[in-house]
């Protein structure tokens, strides 16, 4: 499996991004996926993930009501919808896969197997 991320940039406060994620491999569809970020000295931050067919998304606190998490199977890519962003969203953005089964309380950076290279979001005030 591998992952690309991009769609990252420098904004100002405010404004919105959409970051992409796109998957190689025909297990795509059936695993769940996630944003994670991270800030220089810091541990990998839990952001959002989705289960495979979409219908449960779940969110940091941090993000909840600004972000959205979206996928779609058939390109086989998943997005990072990202609204009224603050100079604290500041950070590298990552895409990550989990294998097995969908549960939205795996949140820790260990929990999944497959991750992009990161793509970096700049929000000045």
């Known amino acids: 499996v591998q992952l690309q991320a991009s769609g990252g940039g420098l904004v100002q406060a405010g404004d919105s991004l959409r970051l992409s994620c796109a998957a190689s491999?025909?297990?795509?569809?059936?695993?769940?996926m996630a944003w994670f970020r991270q800030v220089p000295g810091k541990k990998r931050e839990f952001v959002a993930n989705?289960?495979?067919?979409?219908?449960?998304?779940y969110y940091a606190d941090s993000v909840k009501g600004r972000f959205t998490i979206l996928r779609d199977n058939a390109k086989l890519t998943v997005y990072l919808q990202m609204n009224s962003l603050k100079p604290e969203d500041t950070a590298v953005y990552y895409c990550?896969?989990?294998?097995?089964?969908?549960?939205?309380?795996?949140?820790?950076?260990?929990?999944?197997?497959?991750w992009g290279q990161g793509t970096q979001v700049t929000v000045s005030s």
């Open positions: 990550a896969q989990r294998s097995g089964s969908y549960s939205f309380g795996y949140q820790r950076e260990s929990e999944y197997h497959y």
């Open positions: 491999g025909r297990t795509f569809r059936n695993y769940q």
């Open positions: 989705i289960s495979p067919d979409s219908t449960t998304t």
